[in-house]
């Protein structure tokens, strides 16, 4: 799909996400600045417009490097531990250090995403697979061990169900005030566009990156500090959203190859059109409730999924 036909759809999907909702919002009662319906659309509807789109397009940025960098179609912040890394600092901040103000535990959060994720790329280098598609079921093993660790942190600090409410991903509760730590992923993905040449050199080979003169190690670095920086924002914002990071990358590449320069924009407009698509079918479903947008992302997301692993090695391998 070509880019303007991309931000056309984000520009459709998102008229159709302001005005629904359990108020019914008209586009007249906007002319009226004083209104309810005014109100309610500023504090809520736009700020959940925002994020949705922020989150969207940042985690499909996220995906996008992750899988250059490893050289595997089927790595993600999801599939590679990112996000239950990102969750276990949070949940320790709020156990061990209760005293820790708001950007104490963003701080922790990032600073456990960025361990969480080179480990997992220290595993890649380690152990050498035979098959591609074993990558990500290392990387699903390894993040379900961290978040096996969080669910014991959780149930002995009695908060468990406070944490699963916290991470559930969801945008109910995004109002104006609550999101604006995703603007975070904004410079985050600048820098990942300039950079941009260098991860597909990075993507590439160790070897291959070093002939070229190029920094492998420090690009390795800037790659999994722009994948913490974002992963910790969406997870505090909004909690885990699986499966974005993964297929939205896939698909992209599938028509424009792995150029990165050239996926970067597709890749934002596409992970926030299917983060819109996904919310506005869990708004509809049971309207004029709404289910967590991170169910409907994983059934979506997860049939996708499924596809690509068919699509055998030929594919998951570059």
Same mark, same amino acid.
């Given at each position: 799909?070509?880019?303007?036909?991309?931000?056309?759809?984000?520009?459709?999907?998102?008229?159709?996400? %302001?005005?629904?909702g359990?108020?019914?919002?008209?586009?007249?009662?906007?002319?009226?600045?004083?209104?309810?319906?005014?109100?309610?659309?500023?504090?809520?509807?736009?700020?959940?417009?925002?994020?949705?789109?922020?989150?969207?397009?940042?985690?499909?940025?996220?995906?996008?490097?992750?899988?250059?960098?490893?050289?595997?179609?089927?790595?993600?912040?999801?599939?590679?531990?990112?996000?239950?890394?990102?969750?276990?600092?949070?949940?320790?901040s709020?156990?061990?250090?209760?005293?820790?103000?708001?950007?104490?535990?963003?701080?922790?959060?990032f600073?456990?995403?960025?361990?969480?994720?080179?480990?997992?790329?220290?595993?890649?280098?380690?152990?050498?697979?035979?098959?591609?598609?074993?990558?990500?079921?290392?990387?699903?093993?390894y993040?379900?061990?961290?978040?096996?660790?969080?669910?014991?942190?959780?149930?002995?600090?009695?908060?468990?169900?406070?944490?699963?409410?916290?991470f559930?991903?969801?945008?109910?509760?995004?109002?104006s005030?609550?999101?604006?730590?995703?603007?975070?992923?904004?410079?985050?993905?600048?820098?990942?566009?300039?950079?941009?040449?260098?991860?597909?050199?990075?993507?590439?080979?160790?070897?291959f990156?070093?002939?070229?003169?190029?920094?492998?190690?420090?690009?390795?670095?800037?790659?999994?500090?722009?994948?913490?920086?974002?992963?910790?924002?969406?997870?505090?914002?909004?909690?885990?959203?699986?499966?974005?990071?993964?297929?939205?990358?896939?698909?992209?590449?599938?028509? %424009?190859?792995?150029?990165?320069?050239?996926?970067?924009?597709?890749?934002?407009?596409?992970?926030?059109?299917f983060?819109?698509?996904?919310?506005?079918?869990?708004?509809?479903?049971?309207?004029?409730?709404?289910?967590?947008?991170?169910?409907?992302v994983a059934?979506?997301?997860?049939?996708?999924? %499924?596809?690509? %692993?068919?699509?055998?090695?030929?594919?998951?391998?570059?």
């Amino acid at each position: 799909m070509r880019l303007w036909m991309l931000i056309v759809t984000v520009i459709i999907l998102s008229v159709i996400s %302001l005005f629904i909702g359990a108020i019914d919002i008209k586009p007249s009662d906007l002319l009226n600045w004083e209104s309810l319906e005014t109100q309610i659309f500023l504090i809520s509807r736009l700020p959940r417009l925002l994020a949705i789109i922020l989150a969207g397009a940042g985690m499909g940025i996220a995906g996008l490097i992750m899988q250059s960098l490893s050289r595997n179609k089927f790595v993600s912040p999801t599939t590679a531990g990112t996000l239950d890394a990102a969750k276990l600092g949070i949940i320790i901040s709020m156990m061990f250090f209760t005293g820790m103000s708001y950007i104490g535990q963003i701080a922790f959060s990032f600073a456990f995403a960025l361990i969480g994720t080179f480990i997992f790329m220290q595993l890649l280098e380690r152990i050498k697979f035979k098959d591609a598609v074993f990558v990500p079921l290392i990387g699903i093993m390894y993040g379900n061990v961290i978040g096996a660790l969080s669910t014991f942190l959780a149930y002995e600090g009695n908060m468990l169900q406070n944490v699963d409410a916290f991470f559930q991903g969801s945008f109910t509760l995004v109002v104006s005030g609550r999101y604006e730590l995703l603007y975070v992923a904004v410079p985050a993905i600048i820098i990942a566009y300039i950079y941009a040449n260098k991860f597909t050199v990075a993507g590439m080979g160790e070897d291959f990156a070093k002939n070229l003169g190029l920094s492998y190690r420090t690009v390795l670095n800037i790659g999994l500090i722009i994948v913490a920086v974002i992963s910790t924002t969406v997870i505090l914002t909004v909690g885990v959203i699986p499966f974005l990071g993964l297929i939205v990358p896939n698909l992209v590449s599938l028509y %424009l190859g792995d150029n990165l320069r050239k996926t970067i924009p597709h890749t934002i407009f596409m992970g926030a059109a299917f983060l819109l698509f996904c919310d506005i079918i869990s708004r509809l479903i049971v309207h004029p409730f709404e289910i967590p947008v991170n169910t409907t992302v994983a059934v979506i997301g997860s049939a996708i999924f %499924l596809i690509m %692993l068919f699509r055998g090695k030929a594919y998951a391998k570059k």
